[in-house]
Nanobody, 128 residues
Framework: VQLVESGGGSVQAGGSLGLSCVAS????????MGWFRQAPGKEREAVAA??????????MYADSVKGRFIISLDSADSTLHLQMDSLKPEDTAMYYC?????????????????????WGQGTQVTVS
């Protein structure tokens, strides 16, 4: 059971970055996967989530990133992606990939941290 993120870095405001998360074992058979972030001194918060069935369902997004971020799932190589455009300084944070359990999760709960029990080590995104 492992999630490994990559793709973080530093970018100027208005720029773009793409994050990837390779899932192995149980993690990829979870009902949904998501991206979360945590800025210094702040609580971890949801960014986006997607169900894994049928190669990936529709994404759900936090209001702060709607229209700027896109979550997607590549079933062929078991990789979760997050495309981030129009980045803002307030997007600066450590970004984590996470996988939930195998059971059904209500749509209203798919952005809730407590639904996720497998976490990656995180990748830093800095927007200046």
């Amino acid at each position: 059971v492992q999630l490994v993120e990559s793709g973080g870095g530093s970018v100027q405001a208005g720029g773009s970055l793409g994050l990837s998360c390779v899932a192995s074992g149980y993690a990829y058979s979870s009902y949904c996967m998501g991206w979360f972030r945590q800025a210094p001194g702040k609580e971890r918060e949801a960014v986006a989530a997607i169900t894994t069935g049928s190669g990936g369902g529709s994404g759900m997004y936090a209001d702060s990133v709607k229209g700027r971020f896109i979550i997607s799932l590549d079933s062929a190589d078991s990789t979760l992606h997050l495309q981030m455009d129009s980045l803002k300084p307030e997007d600066t944070a450590m970004y984590y990939c996470a996988a939930a359990g195998r059971g059904y999760i209500l749509a209203a709960l798919r952005l809730s941290l407590n639904q996720y029990n497998v976490w990656g080590q995180g990748t830093q995104v800095t927007v200046s």
